[in-house]
């Protein structure tokens, strides 16, 4: 099963910019339609940017505009850039092969606060 390590959070001022990274286990990762997600304690993980195969990419309502997914196959890693935070994107950050097919990781917390 695919695995994954997420890096990147910490705390920023809003309008603020941070760069998620998630480094994946496993060679099929070139195969797999990838998503990140997002959690606040006590609610439903959220859905938050996908990136397909062939490069293409959608985004929830939310940061559509703000974030930016990407990937690099060759070195089994996604990336979320992320630009004008707001405080509601306060949360932990996982990624994972969409539909969560792989192995859940740690996530990284991102804080967005003045």
């Known amino acids: 099963q695919v695995q994954f390590v997420e890096s990147g959070g910490g705390l920023v001022q809003p309008g603020g910019s941070l760069r998620l990274s998630c480094a994946a286990s496993g060679s099929a990762f070139s195969r797999y339609t990838m998503a990140w997600y997002r959690q606040v304690p006590g609610k439903q993980r959220d859905l938050v940017a996908i990136m397909t195969v062939d490069g293409g990419t959608n985004y929830a309502h939310f940061v559509q505009g703000r974030f930016t997914v990407s990937r690099d196959d060759a070195k089994t890693t996604v990336w979320l850039q992320m630009n004008d935070l707001k405080p509601e994107d306060t949360a932990v950050y996982y990624c994972?092969?969409?539909?969560?097919?792989?192995?859940w990781g740690q996530g990284t917390q991102v804080t967005v606060s003045s």
């Open positions: 994972n092969i969409l539909g969560g097919q792989g192995s």
